[in-house]
């Protein structure tokens, strides 16, 4: 059965500051990733999404994942982070077809410092 | 991307009433619908998987007959919380897919409060 972790519960960077935020993934075939973005009390939005081809992926909001097959990972990344980013973070893997369901990480919250 | 609509946005009801929840696919037709739940500060955990015109597929440790899920039509799933308690009180999210991207697009979300 698949599986994501998400190591870090909650971090706090600086505005203009870059970010990461990690997530490994256990599944035996090849995955399908996405990173979704939840603001307070509201749903889940996609920021980006990997299926196939370069792994290296653009999504929306300046935010870019890239897959390692070797390390297990679908790291989320950004080069300037805006006080708009504040909010949690999910990492999810699906299985076979991205409609699917979906397994997701604990989550991460972003804290943006002034 | 695809929209998704949850009504109502938040609901409060008292110990053992029903509440029904609808989630719409505005802008594509989705052969497959999801509920989540989400307790405070905790990630999703899938409750039930529909599609259309079939019997939901339910989560191990998800009472179907507490959640009732119908998905009566490409654009439309309802899940209803028979008999509330207040430990169903929760965040209920549904998405959907079934379009050209592969893609489960969410809802904005159903906040329950059983008194």
């Known amino acids: 059965a698949q599986s994501v972790t998400q190591p870090d519960i909650h971090i706090t960077v600086s505005e203009g500051a870059s970010l990461e935020l990690r997530c490994n993934y256990s599944y035996g075939a090849t995955p399908y990733l996405f990173w979704y973005v939840q603001s307070p009390g509201q749903g889940l939005q996609l920021l980006l999404k990997?299926?196939?081809?370069?792994?290296l992926v653009q999504g929306i909001k300046g935010f870019e994942a890239e897959f390692k097959r070797s390390q297990s990972s679908f790291n989320l990344r950004k080069p300037s982070v805006h006080w708009s980013d504040a909010a949690e973070y999910f990492c999810?893997?699906?299985?076979?077809?991205?409609?699917?369901?979906?397994?997701f990480g604990q989550g991460t919250r972003l804290t943006i410092n002034p | 991307g695809a929209v998704v609509s949850q009504h109502p946005s938040r609901v409060i009801c008292k110990s053992g009433t029903s509440v029904k929840i609808e989630c719409r696919s505005l802008d594509f037709q989705a052969t497959t619908m999801f509920w989540y739940r989400q307790f405070p500060k905790q990630s999703l955990m899938l409750m039930a998987t529909?599609?259309?015109?079939?019997?939901?597929?339910?989560e191990q440790g998800v009472e179907k007959d507490k959640f009732l899920i119908n998905h009566a039509s490409l654009t439309l799933s309802t899940l209803t919380v028979t008999s509330a308690h207040p430990e169903d009180s929760s965040f209920y999210i549904c998405?959907?897919?079934?379009?050209?991207?592969?893609?489960?697009?969410f809802g904005p979300g159903t906040r329950l409060t059983v008194l």
């Open positions: 990997y299926f196939s081809g370069d792994t």
């Open positions: 998405s959907a897919g079934g379009d050209s991207t592969d893609t489960q697009y």
């Open positions: 999810a893997v699906g299985a076979g077809q991205g409609a699917q369901k979906l397994v």
């Open positions: 529909s599609n259309e015109g079939s019997k939901a597929t339910y």
